[in-house]
């Protein structure tokens, strides 16, 4: 039987399908508005970027929202915000209407980044905060994967205007989440800030933690100040250091720009539009099955050893693809196993990993503004280089290698910081984190 931190924890996690589904559903209609709305390269990037902007904005301001409103309240907002996203960029005929939709769209995607992971840390076990947390990134690549495979399903469905098709179609799981909000309670780490400790006991028992008298008298001791704490007062310095790093270079692997230029990539690599859609599919297949694989073992291997194993990975096939393409007269067919083994070593590593350690690592009385920060970190950089990519390729025949070259780089570095830097949280209770980075 399925416990009742699972239930509600998978509830919370269908944020993150909507998160993924919103991430990558661009990936197929970006040629087509591209060619609709007569787009150069820099206003192209702009309007991919677009949603990337807005998730920036809501990851920085939902940390404050989420800690005066609670975790269940701000997640039904974020529900409906992504169904108005849906709808609007459907119907829109204007490039102005349909860029503030998704805009719109990407405030909910930065607001779940940070809101869904959160709350699901709060609720869980320690024993199981791991495996319950990566449910989150296990609904992102479960979404991307629909997404990857609703685009090759509804290519051509409706002629040209197939792409509203791809759009719209996030309106259905996004009222699906809405309804099971209604289902869930409130964190009961934030009732124990708002001094509810009494509601607080009741669902920490009915979770199966049963030492919650225990939890919530040390909740009050790590949190003395409550809402009047501060994240910037430098007591968090560690936290705040390992959030931003990391943060940088899950962007800094260049997963965003495949995500939302893959049919472009394979072109560029020698397919045709038709089988550009289908090997998407399966770099989304391959993203599920491997971040499935990675939830199976974070609370046995831990964060670290992952990372270390993903980031050595992707060095490999980041440099593979990058010498791929850097012939601009030779179409290399093998790009298509190099990006499938990038995928599977980011989504076993980084992308299985970063909501979970980021959400871990901070105290309660600045755990959404910690949360926040990452988030917006994460979302900044995913901006730039998503926005940059298309840039780069059309603008130099080596830009694919340029691109691609950069990355493998950069999760060099990352690993050397992982290596070096990085703690280790798995097992341990939020609070027992706390006290080993010396946050009293």
Request: hydrophobic share 55%.
């Given at each position: 039987?399925i416990?009742y931190?699972?239930?509600?924890a998978l509830?919370?996690?269908?944020?993150?399908?909507?998160?993924?589904?919103?991430?990558?559903?661009i990936?197929?209609?970006?040629?087509?508005?591209?060619?609709?709305?007569?787009?150069?390269?820099?206003?192209l990037?702009f309007?991919?970027?677009?949603?990337l902007i807005?998730?920036?904005?809501?990851?920085?301001?939902i940390?404050g929202?989420?800690?005066l409103?609670?975790?269940r309240?701000v997640l039904?907002g974020?529900a409906?915000v992504?169904l108005l996203s849906a709808i609007g960029?459907?119907v829109?005929?204007?490039?102005i209407?349909f860029?503030?939709?998704?805009f719109?769209?990407?405030?909910?995607?930065?607001?779940?980044?940070?809101?869904?992971p959160?709350y699901?840390?709060?609720?869980?076990?320690?024993?199981?905060?791991?495996?319950l947390?990566g449910?989150?990134?296990?609904?992102?690549?479960?979404?991307i994967?629909v997404?990857y495979?609703?685009n090759?399903l509804l290519?051509g469905?409706g002629?040209e205007?197939?792409w509203r098709?791809?759009l719209?179609?996030?309106?259905?799981?996004a009222?699906?989440?809405?309804v099971?909000?209604n289902?869930?309670?409130?964190?009961?780490?934030?009732?124990?800030?708002?001094?509810r400790?009494?509601?607080?006991t009741?669902i920490?028992h009915?979770?199966?933690q049963?030492?919650?008298?225990?939890?919530?008298?040390?909740e009050?001791?790590?949190?003395?100040?409550?809402?009047?704490?501060?994240l910037?007062?430098?007591k968090?310095?560690?936290?705040i250091?390992?959030?931003?790093l990391?943060a940088?270079?899950?962007q800094?692997?260049?997963?965003?720009?495949?995500?939302y230029?893959?049919?472009r990539?394979?072109e560029m690599a020698?397919?045709?539009?038709?089988?550009?859609?289908?090997q998407?599919?399966y770099?989304?297949?391959a993203?599920?099955?491997?971040?499935a694989?990675a939830m199976?073992?974070?609370d046995?291997?831990?964060?670290?050893?992952?990372?270390?194993?993903?980031?050595a990975?992707m060095?490999?096939?980041?440099?593979?693809?990058a010498f791929?393409?850097?012939?601009?007269l030779?179409?290399?067919?093998?790009v298509?196993y190099?990006l499938?083994?990038?995928?599977?070593?980011?989504?076993?590593?980084?992308?299985?990993?970063?909501?979970v350690?980021?959400?871990?690592i901070?105290?309660?009385a600045v755990?959404?503004q910690?949360?926040?920060?990452?988030?917006?970190?994460?979302w900044i950089m995913a901006?730039?280089i998503s926005?940059?990519f298309?840039v780069?390729?059309?603008?130099?025949?080596?830009?694919g290698?340029?691109?691609?070259?950069?990355?493998?780089?950069?999760?060099?570095l990352s690993?050397?910081f992982?290596?070096?830097?990085?703690?280790?949280?798995?097992?341990?209770?939020?609070?027992?984190i706390q006290?080993?980075l010396g946050?009293?």
């Amino acid at each position: 039987m399925i416990s009742y931190a699972t239930r509600i924890a998978l509830i919370a996690a269908l944020g993150g399908f909507l998160f993924g589904f919103e991430t990558a559903v661009i990936s197929g209609a970006e040629g087509t508005i591209q060619h609709v709305w007569s787009l150069d390269s820099f206003w192209l990037g702009f309007t991919v970027a677009s949603s990337l902007i807005g998730t920036v904005i809501g990851s920085l301001i939902i940390g404050g929202i989420t800690q005066l409103n609670g975790r269940r309240t701000v997640l039904l907002g974020i529900a409906i915000v992504y169904l108005l996203s849906a709808i609007g960029c459907a119907v829109t005929s204007q490039w102005i209407i349909f860029v503030l939709f998704r805009f719109l769209g990407g405030l909910a995607v930065g607001a779940s980044s940070v809101v869904g992971p959160m709350y699901i840390s709060e609720i869980s076990p320690a024993e199981s905060r791991g495996r319950l947390a990566g449910l989150f990134q296990l609904n992102i690549v479960g979404g991307i994967l629909v997404a990857y495979l609703t685009n090759y399903l509804l290519s051509g469905f409706g002629g040209e205007d197939s792409w509203r098709y791809m759009l719209g179609i996030m309106a259905v799981p996004a009222l699906i989440f809405a309804v099971l909000l209604n289902f869930i309670p409130e964190s009961p780490r934030w009732l124990v800030l708002k001094g509810r400790d009494q509601e607080a006991t009741k669902i920490f028992h009915k979770l199966g933690q049963m030492g919650a008298v225990e939890l919530i008298k040390e909740e009050h001791e790590l949190a003395m100040n409550g809402v009047k704490e501060r994240l910037f007062n430098g007591k968090y310095n560690k936290p705040i250091f390992y959030a931003i790093l990391l943060a940088m270079f899950n962007q800094l692997s260049g997963i965003n720009a495949i995500l939302y230029y893959a049919p472009r990539i394979f072109e560029m690599a020698g397919f045709d539009k038709a089988d550009a859609f289908q090997q998407s599919v399966y770099v989304g297949l391959a993203n599920f099955i491997f971040t499935a694989l990675a939830m199976t073992v974070i609370d046995k291997f831990g964060r670290k050893k992952l990372l270390l194993i993903g980031a050595a990975g992707m060095v490999l096939f980041l440099s593979l693809t990058a010498f791929s393409f850097s012939d601009p007269l030779v179409a290399d067919r093998k790009v298509i196993y190099y990006l499938i083994g990038f995928i599977a070593f980011f989504a076993f590593s980084q992308g299985a990993v970063i909501w979970v350690f980021i959400s871990e690592i901070f105290p309660n009385a600045v755990r959404s503004q910690g949360g926040s920060l990452g988030s917006f970190t994460h979302w900044i950089m995913a901006a730039i280089i998503s926005w940059v990519f298309p840039v780069i390729v059309e603008g130099n025949v080596l830009g694919g290698y340029y691109s691609f070259i950069f990355y493998a780089v950069m999760m060099f570095l990352s690993f050397l910081f992982i290596w070096r830097v990085m703690p280790e949280t798995k097992g341990k209770t939020l609070e027992q984190i706390q006290k080993e980075l010396g946050i009293k």
